[in-house]
Nanobody, 114 residues
Framework: QLQASGGGLVQAGGSLRLSCTASGSIFRLNVIVGWFRQAPGKQRELVADISSGGSTNYADSVKGRFTISRDNAKTVVYLQMNGLKPEDTAVYYC?????????WGQGTQVTVSS
């Protein structure tokens, strides 16, 4: 079971850090953990992901502002979001891809006011 937390209301230019935790040790397996977001009326989109080897991938819209990382114990995956913009407003979800299976957590709301 995945748990996303850390969302909230912030002014434009502010920062938030999201956390994704998992029950069990799934993050220690050969998985890709990703952060996705879905704004009202829009499709869910990839924000960033990180492989078990530490390789990262970012959407162009967040490059240079967001950073995905893991703690050393591989129990939490973070999304540090700096320089937030109103267009970053969305529900943010974490997802684990294990082989061909995807496991989704519940979302956390991020609202950026102008």
């Amino acid at each position: 079971q995945l748990q996303a937390s850390g969302g909230g209301l912030v002014q434009a230019g502010g920062s938030l850090r999201l956390s994704c935790t998992a029950s069990g040790s799934i993050f220690r397996l050969n998985v890709i953990v990703g952060w996705f977001r879905q704004a009202p009326g829009k499709q869910r989109e990839l924000v960033a992901d990180i492989s078990s080897g530490g390789s990262t991938n970012y959407a162009d819209s967040v490059k240079g502002r967001f950073t995905i990382s893991r703690d050393n114990a591989k129990t939490v995956v973070y999304l540090q979001m700096n320089g937030l913009k109103p267009e970053d407003t969305a529900v943010y979800y974490c997802k684990v891809r294990l082989g061909v299976r995807d496991f989704w957590g519940q979302g956390t709301q991020v609202t950026v006011s102008s």
